[in-house]
């Protein structure tokens, strides 16, 4: 089920630009050469993004819905927190915690995002949304603008029986049913839902954005709201 390297947006003629007052929590993970995942700011200096984003990390870029804006604020990366269970996405457990090396400035273009608790319910067709900066389609480049897409959370039976057997703690939406959907480039994002974050975008079929037969795969925030308050109170010492 893996595809290699990173992966994940939607279909040019279904993706809206975002406007610039709303997504302040998203952030752009980069190396040195640039965008290569998403991340979420949930606190002033926790970002949460995917494990499979792991390789090569320096910086995030976060304050404007266009990452190459002169107007953007970088903060260096000074560690990364990925779960101890995670091998490969096929095994689940894809999520990592980034501490920035300085607090992000907190205002307007800058917010966090809260996150689902264990017991916040999803239903099957509940509309949510998940934003990035990948491509729109598999064979075009990433986009500077960001995008959001509103997808429907697809049972986890369903999905299961789509896939042949799935990762444990995941969540299914879009995709499958529908032409909406993540793609290269959007691993690591959020899946909202009712205002707080509870999937993080994993990954999809065969580095291919437009499969119908399958639902999109996220790593289920909920089943993992205990590891990531751990990691952030031991480590939450004074910058």
Request: glycine share 8%; charged share 20%.
């Amino acid at each position: 089920m893996k595809v290699p390297g990173q992966f994940l947006l939607f279909h040019a003629l279904i993706c809206a630009a975002s406007h610039e007052g709303s997504m302040q929590f998203m952030v752009s993970v980069q190396t040195e050469n640039g965008h290569v995942c998403e991340g979420f700011l949930i606190s002033e200096d926790f970002v949460v993004t995917a494990a499979q984003c792991d390789s090569g990390l320096k910086h995030v870029i976060l304050g404007r819905h266009n990452w190459r804006n002169s107007n953007v604020k970088k903060i260096k990366i000074s560690n990364q927190y990925k779960h101890q269970k995670y091998s490969d996405v096929h095994f689940g457990y894809d999520i990592m915690l980034l501490k920035l090396a300085n607090k992000a400035p907190m205002g307007k273009n800058i917010k966090t995002i809260p996150l689902a608790e264990r017991n916040m319910n999803l239903s099957a067709n509940q509309e949510c949304s998940v934003a990035g900066w990948g491509k729109t389609e598999s064979t075009c480049g990433l986009v500077d603008d960001l995008r959001v897409v509103s997808v429907p959370i697809i049972d986890l039976n369903d999905c299961r029986q789509s896939w042949g057997g799935l990762p444990p703690n995941v969540i299914c939406a879009g995709g499958k049913y529908t032409d909406k959907g993540f793609c290269q480039g959007d691993s690591g994002g959020p899946l909202v839902c009712n205002g707080k974050a509870v999937g993080i975008v994993s990954f999809n079929k065969n580095n291919n954005c437009k499969y119908p037969d399958v639902p999109n795969v996220y790593t289920d925030i909920r089943k993992h709201v205990d590891w990531i308050k751990y990691i952030t109170i031991v480590n939450s010492c004074p910058l």
